[in-house]
């Protein structure tokens, strides 16, 4: 058995190895080589301080790559996670005559998934974000090149990426949990259910702030321009904030929630578009990978339903373009491509006040402050839907039916939908666009997890 190089980049990128490979005999067994990664005994002791901001540059830089893949691929990442979600909430199709399994496995007609496949590709991206982060933070605790207040900096950064990570994995996983604890990745803790599962990212996040509050006024290093904002310790805790209030609404902590955002950059009469974002460019850069061409013959096309159910004028059906013919795919058709992003190098936001003035909505209606939802509720229908204020009840479930509509057409494919419904029990009123079509309710233990260990 041989020994396997201690390589940083080999630790940072070990689970999107074991996608290939069980992950144990992926550490046991091959020699690898990489005379281009950093040894780890040169950082995770004694760091030098020029060593500690290019780990924090490369955290950044994991976290962004985990929007990015192979072109065309969506094996891979948040352009992954985008699809499945999509797929699985019935936002959208991906339409690839060479890989049908987009449609065929996800949209359920085989009747389950499997473990091993291809479309699990994002799992191993953010965890691999997640992984490049703790070894930041291991490297800053570890070294005297740093103060204590840069230490508590970088502390409250990591974990709050680290969270952040964690977060998208477990929306993927649901009822499976994660695995919570990996301060020893070889031996990794085990799979923690749903509930102890955000219990765990929200009490990393709460954390993170108070490191944050203890990090001075500026970060060690530099934030790349999309955080432009949030990019020192104190303004970071806004963005710490805004995650932290969406996991608050997955665990029905309304109070929290809203202390969260009143801690975040939520203002109900600003501008939606508040918020970090990751930005793109040319060579050497690397492009958007959500942003496609139009009446390409593989697309990324939008449900039917999607047009169907808009109320007219809805401004936000500018997300997705009528196609010049229909694509056709094992029984399902999509005459409208998702144009989300309307060039290559247009921004993704991250998380912005559009979803914080929702969550205040949500939190709103589920205290039975029905009359402040209804406000929060017509800010999102005029100013990002350009649609009259609501009209309808104004009840409980009548709200409720509002706010999951608005959510759908304001963060329309961006991993929201199928999470949304699972969390309200609304799964069954999903469309079923062919006969013999499942609606999942969880993404199956990635086989790598699966064989771990054995």
């Known amino acids: 058995m041989t020994r396997i190089n201690n390589k940083l980049s080999i630790v940072a990128g070990i689970a999107i190895l074991c996608i290939?490979?069980?992950?144990?005999?992926?550490?046991?067994?091959?020699?690898?080589?990489?005379?281009?990664?950093?040894?780890?005994?040169?950082?995770?002791?004694?760091?030098?301080?020029?060593?500690i901001i290019q780990l924090a540059t490369g955290t950044f830089s994991a976290m962004r790559t985990g929007y990015n893949t192979s072109p065309g691929n969506g094996t891979s990442s948040?352009?992954?996670?985008?699809?499945?979600?999509?797929?699985?909430?019935?936002e959208v199709y991906v339409m690839n005559q060479s890989e049908?399994?987009?449609?065929?496995?996800?949209?359920?007609?085989?009747?389950?998934?499997?473990?091993?496949?291809?479309?699990n590709g994002y799992y191993f991206s953010f965890s691999s974000a997640r992984q490049t982060a703790a070894i930041l933070q291991q490297s800053a605790m570890n070294t005297g090149s740093i103060n204590s207040q840069e230490k508590s900096g970088i502390q409250g950064f990591s974990n709050t990426i680290i969270a952040f990570e964690m977060l998208h994995i477990l929306n993927m996983q649901g009822k499976n949990g994660i695995r919570t604890d990996l301060t020893n990745y070889l031996k990794p803790g085990p799979f923690v259910s749903y509930d102890a599962s955000l219990t765990a990212i929200k009490n990393l996040l709460d954390t993170a702030q108070e490191q944050l509050k203890q990090g001075g006024n500026s970060f060690m290093f530099n934030a790349p321009p999309?955080?432009?904002?949030?990019?020192?310790?104190?303004?970071?805790?806004?963005?710490?904030r805004a995650i932290a209030a969406r996991v608050a609404i997955y665990q029905q902590d309304w109070q929290a929630a809203l202390t969260d955002l009143n801690s975040s950059y939520?203002?109900?009469?600003?501008s939606l578009s508040t918020g970090p974002v990751f930005n793109w460019g040319v060579t050497p850069d690397v492009l958007n990978p959500l942003y496609q061409a139009l009446n390409n013959s593989v697309s990324v096309v939008a449900n039917n339903s999607f047009i169907k159910d808009a109320e007219p004028g809805d401004m936000r059906l500018n997300k997705v373009t009528q196609r010049s013919s229909a694509l056709n795919l094992v029984g399902i058709t999509g005459s409208y491509d998702v144009s989300?992003?309307?060039?290559?190098?247009?921004?993704?936001?991250?998380?912005r006040n559009e979803e914080l003035v929702l969550i205040y909505a949500e939190c709103m209606i589920q205290l039975g402050q029905l009359q402040n939802a209804v406000q929060a509720l017509n800010v999102i229908r005029t100013h990002a839907g350009n649609l009259p204020a609501y009209s309808g009840l104004v009840t409980k479930p009548?709200?409720?039916?509002?706010?999951l509509k608005q959510r759908r057409y304001s963060l329309f494919y961006e991993g929201h939908r199928w999470i949304d419904m699972r969390r309200y029990n609304r799964l069954n009123q999903l469309p079923i666009d062919q006969t013999g079509?499942?609606?999942?309710?969880?993404?199956?233990?990635?086989?790598?997890?699966?064989?771990?260990?054995?």
Do not use: H
């Open 398 to 403: 009548a709200l409720i039916d509002e706010l």
């Open 226 to 240: 999309g955080f432009a904002g949030f990019d020192t310790p104190l303004t970071f805790i806004q963005f710490n």
């Open 100 to 119: 049908t399994r987009w449609v065929n496995e996800l949209a359920g007609l085989n009747g389950t998934l499997d473990p091993g496949a291809f479309y």
């Open 20 to 51: 290939a490979f069980s992950c144990k005999s992926t550490i046991d067994n091959p020699e690898i080589n990489n005379p281009n990664g950093a040894e780890l005994s040169t950082v995770l002791k004694n760091a030098t301080r020029s060593q």
């Open 78 to 90: 948040y352009e992954s996670y985008c699809k499945v979600a999509g797929t699985l909430g019935r």
């Open 340 to 351: 989300l992003y309307p060039s290559n190098r247009s921004p993704v936001s991250i998380i």
């Open 437 to 454: 079509q499942t609606i999942f309710d969880a993404m199956p233990v990635p086989l790598a997890e699966v064989n771990w260990g054995k």
């Open 266 to 270: 939520f203002k109900i009469d600003g």
